[in-house]
């Protein structure tokens, strides 16, 4: 029995010891996969061929931020800008690549559904704004972009083809600055493979502002309801991503 003894009480020690260890594994798995960011759509091969039309899909990946320090950042940036944390919903937080451009776009959905608040970052700086979209006349959607002052920098309108109509881009010294500041730090390393318009059409990105720049880009679209938005994401982050294709516009940027 004493022999029996001695056997038993090592392997006791050493089940006690195992599950522990066991234990500390999972939760570091666990632990690692809520902070990474996951996949909600991608297709690689809208960087194969960038259409030159503003309106046609260009967000070529999206993802869900997970628990990390990114998405800490850009929540950080909004409480910065005088947004109320309780007002976000921070878990639905989305990330957009664009084929076109280098600029990031963020949307984090708010308690009020006709609200999404929407982060642009490029070369480590952020533009906060407010993307409105809510019913207008006759069946219509009203979208408008919004800097945290409550100025206007970009609104339209959809019908429910998604055509748009009612186009307009506004002075916003916001804009300016954000713009004029990503221009100063990038013109001279932008990618000569990135491209807003195509090869052999007009580039806007070279236009002296981003409102210079996006009165380019909407030139295509001067007569209402004749052009028409490719409607692959919700419409709000869909028509929030048309202003990043100017975002570091000016004389020199590479198109």
């Known amino acids: 029995m004493k022999r029996k003894c001695l056997f038993l009480l090592p392997l006791a020690g050493m089940i006690l010891f195992f599950f522990p260890g066991c234990d500390k594994d999972e939760y570091s798995q666990n632990t690692k996969s809520?902070?990474?960011?996951?996949?909600?759509?991608?297709?690689?091969?809208?960087?194969?061929?960038i259409s030159p039309y503003f309106y046609d899909n260009h967000i070529y990946r999206i993802e869900l931020l997970g628990d990390n320090q990114e998405r800490e950042r850009?929540?950080?940036?909004?409480?910065?800008?005088?947004?109320?944390?309780?007002?976000?919903?921070?878990?639905?937080?989305?990330?957009?690549?664009?084929?076109?451009?280098?600029?990031?776009?963020?949307?984090?959905?708010?308690?009020?559904?006709?609200?999404?608040?929407?982060?642009?970052?490029?070369?480590?700086?952020?533009?906060?704004?407010?993307?409105h979209y809510r019913p207008a006349e006759a069946g219509l959607m009203f979208f408008e972009l919004k800097t945290m002052d409550d100025r206007n920098y970009f609104s339209l309108k959809l019908d429910d083809q998604m055509r748009m109509g009612e186009l307009r881009v506004f002075e916003n010294e916001k804009i300016k600055s954000f713009n004029r500041a990503v221009y100063s730090l990038t013109y001279l390393e932008e990618s000569q493979e990135v491209a807003l318009k195509g090869a052999e059409a007009e580039c806007c990105r070279k236009e002296s502002s981003w409102s210079a720049c996006m009165n380019c880009t909407l030139d295509d679209c001067g007569d209402s309801w004749v052009c028409k938005a490719v409607a692959l994401i919700a419409p709000a982050e869909l028509v929030a991503g048309f202003a990043a294709s100017c975002i570091g516009s000016g004389p020199d940027s590479r198109c």
């Open 74 to 131: 850009i929540v950080s940036e909004a409480l910065l800008n005088g947004v109320e944390k309780n007002f976000l919903m921070i878990e639905e937080a989305q990330k957009y690549f664009f084929n076109h451009t280098g600029v990031i776009m963020y949307s984090i959905p708010t308690l009020d559904p006709e609200q999404t608040l929407i982060l642009y970052k490029s070369s480590g700086l952020y533009q906060v704004s407010m993307a």
């Open 34 to 49: 809520e902070s990474a960011n996951s996949l909600v759509y991608e297709d690689n091969s809208l960087l194969e061929e």
